[in-house]
């Protein structure tokens, strides 16, 4: 039986697939990675995007075999993230692995608006216009040796009619 493990990286939206045996070890993880986004990822940490926390092969998380195992792979710890809102901006850090909707939570709250009407705003990458998918590692969005990203939170454009 395989494992099938979905790897996301800095700079990479889409997840790259990697099947390991099921008994596999956290050397075949690491090398099966590298090989996959042609890079050392060698002293790149990895995250487990269900629990959200740093993984390493003393810490790899209990898991059914026959489930996914879903990971992202960044050489930051931390991604240093602003958020814009008018004349308004507030920054926090989170690990790689969080997703658009937790900054989007944490933006809300920090701003000090209604939670309640978090799902009028939407993220978009500073100097877009793309929405993103709630579901997005942050990490993702990171590019070069930058370990930040910063958005624009608007208002999420209504049709009449």
Not at 12 to 21: E, G, H, Q, W, Y
Request: one cysteine or more; aromatic letters at 6%; glycine letters at 6%.
């Amino acid at each position: 039986m395989a494992i099938d493990t979905f790897v996301t990286s800095r700079g990479r939206r889409d997840p790259i697939k990697v099947s390991l045996p099921a008994d596999f070890l956290w050397q075949d993880m690491k090398r099966a990675v590298c090989e996959a986004l042609s890079e050392d990822v060698g002293d790149w940490r990895f995250f487990d995007e269900t629990l959200q926390v740093p993984i390493d092969g003393d810490s790899i998380p209990d898991f059914d075999p026959s489930s996914v195992l879903r990971l992202h792979c960044h050489p930051c710890r931390r991604v240093s993230v602003t958020v814009n809102f008018g004349a308004d901006q507030v920054s926090f850090k989170l690990p790689p692995v969080s997703t658009v909707s937790i900054v989007l939570k944490r933006a809300v709250k920090k701003l000090g608006l209604d939670p309640d009407m978090d799902d009028a705003y939407l993220l978009v990458l500073l100097g877009s216009s793309e929405s993103l998918p709630p579901d997005t590692a942050i990490g993702s969005l990171t590019g070069g040796e930058d370990c930040d990203v910063e958005f624009d939170l608007v208002l999420e454009p209504t049709i009449n009619g």
